[in-house]
């Protein structure tokens, strides 16, 4: 039985303001119910996110700014820095941890700059919301292998997809330089790569 994560909760103490922010990072806003004067349910979904953001009145009985660790995902943590800056988010710089891929808790053992071979899952940056609620991106460009079906893939949204085709147009690039010759199958090398990059399965030679 496949079990998706579907909505996380996170504690607030002021719901407008809360909306407010989550709005305007490009959350896309999904609901907004209040039945009654005691309870307030307020849904937002981060751009290309299959799961939800759940905030509002008597929805939990956390304290507000209590959820940390919260993980977002991207393929590139420097664009991604520079749009939670435009938008008011006042985002960390990148870092990455000094003992290897994942990151120690709270700001312990953080190096700043992103990882330097650029690895997949080495960069990171954080940021909070007004409660103090703790998001952490993570740069995935490559899944571990396992943690996909190799024989799909799926992209959220154009701007993945137009990241993804730049990166399988960079290693084309590479391909055709080793081979020294023009490649008239582009377009199925191009998939190919992608798919295997999606995967982390091995990538066409």
Request: aromatic share 8%.
């Amino acid at each position: 039985m496949d079990m998706k994560l579907e909505v996380v909760v996170v504690p607030v103490s002021d719901v407008d303001r809360a909306k407010e922010f989550y709005t305007a990072l490009g959350w896309r806003l999904d609901a907004d119910i209040a039945p009654d004067a005691k309870f307030r349910v307020v849904q937002v979904t981060p751009p290309g996110s299959p799961a939800s953001v759940i905030f509002g009145t008597s929805v939990t009985e956390q304290a507000p700014g209590s959820a940390q660790g919260l993980h977002l995902v991207v393929d590139d943590i420097a664009a991604a820095h520079d749009e939670l800056m435009r938008r008011g988010a006042g985002p960390s710089e990148v870092f990455h941890d000094a003992g290897g891929v994942f990151h120690h808790a709270g700001t312990d053992a953080r190096v700043p700059g992103p990882d330097s071979k650029r690895s997949s899952y080495g960069s990171f940056l954080s940021f909070t919301d007004p409660d103090g609620n703790g998001w952490l991106l993570q740069e995935i460009t490559t899944r571990l292998p396992g943690r996909l079906d190799p024989a799909t893939t799926a992209f959220a949204s154009a701007e993945e997809l137009a990241s993804a085709l730049r990166r399988a147009a960079a290693a084309h690039g590479e391909h055709e330089a080793r081979t020294g010759a023009e490649d008239p199958n582009w377009p199925d090398w191009y998939a190919r790569y992608m798919m295997s990059e999606q995967a982390g399965a091995e990538p066409p030679s």
